[in-house]
């Protein structure tokens, strides 16, 4: 399906057919969708419908999961349970280009401003506040901007196998790697991507549920975008932003725990510089857990018992 948005910043739009997510049975909760952006807004262009899931007690303390790269919601089915179990909301979005959400078919329709913009636009028209963040690879880059930004709208942040690009640390070699291979490959193997960065291997079914988003090429424009987006160098359009949103960090001090993978090759080790810099970060109890940068596939209801540990100790 195809649709035209109005207005100057018209954007050519596909979504997911829904049949393409009948088939999977692990991921119960029902979606629900928001339109954010609009026509002629350079910013947050528009309208795209976003999907997200919003489970548990309206009144309760709000949890918010942010995926990344190549994923949709379906990384967090391990933790929303647990979650749930502990008497809080959940709430779920996938982000533009991802999941059920739409996705724009021009690579260029993708930035990382417009990225933040989009999920900003969801948590203002679900009314979001007081909102414990758990974000992970991208999910960490729109997150912790957004802490950085508004930092009043969270009262807590756990991040896992994730970081803010400043320009303070150099990417890796198998960073840049990987940016090359996405934007370049004739063929995105997105189950395989996942797979290869998780300790356990994944079934056929799970694969199959990480391939479901993606029918075609021209559904594949966000996916190969997010590396290629990454600011690593000092002229990067983002990088002011990224630098104010650092340093923003270093004033942060509600709680803010690290749970990483340390067996992600990329950022096993990228929580040091987030537990030095953000004052929130002191003494808390941050581990690295027997997980690779998937850390929600292979530690997922451990993440998740952390984060109910983090809002019990901190409410």
């Known amino acids: 399906m195809t649709s035209q948005s109005p207005g100057p910043a018209a954007l050519d739009v596909v979504r997911t057919p829904e049949e393409r997510f009948a088939a999977i049975s692990d991921y119960p909760w029902t979606p629900q969708y928001a339109e954010v952006g609009s026509p002629g807004d350079d910013t947050c262009p528009g309208p795209l419908r976003m999907a997200y899931v919003d489970e548990g ?48 078919t021009d690579p260029a329709a993708y930035t990382y401003a417009r990225h933040v913009a989009w999920t900003r636009a969801l948590c203002d028209e679900l009314g979001l506040s007081d909102l414990t963040l758990f974000c992970q690879d991208w999910g960490s880059l729109i997150g912790l901007r957004m802490v950085g930004e508004q930092p009043e709208r969270f009262a807590r942040v756990v991040v896992g196998n994730g970081f803010l690009p400043a320009g303070e ?38 694969r199959a549920a990480y391939d479901a988003p993606f029918p075609g090429r021209r559904y594949l424009a966000g996916a190969r ?11 990067d359009p983002a990088m002011p932003a990224q630098r104010e949103a650092w340093a923003a960090l270093g004033r942060y001090d509600r709680p803010f725990l690290c749970l990483f993978g340390k067996l992600d090759p990329i950022l096993g080790r990228g929580d040091g510089p987030l537990i030095a810099h953000v004052p929130g970060a002191k003494g808390q109890p941050h581990d690295r857990l027997v997980g690779g940068h998937f850390v929600q596939e292979d530690v997922g209801p451990e993440l998740a018992a952390g984060i109910v540990d983090l809002v019990r100790r901190t409410a």
């Open 57 to 104: 007690p309206r009144d309760a303390p709000v949890v918010l999961l942010l995926h990344g790269e190549p994923t949709w919601g379906y990384l967090y089915r391990h933790m929303i349970p647990v979650l749930l179990d502990a008497g809080l909301r959940v709430v779920v979005p996938d982000l533009v280009g991802f999941g059920r959400s739409d996705k724009p």
């Open 169 to 206: 640390q150099p990417p890796t070699p198998a960073f840049r790697v990987w940016r090359a291979f996405a934007r370049w490959t004739p063929v995105l193997p997105i189950s395989r991507i996942v797979d290869v960065g998780t300790k356990r291997k994944l079934s056929k079914a799970e």
């Open 225 to 235: 975008m997010f590396p290629k987006l990454v600011p690593t160098d000092a002229d």
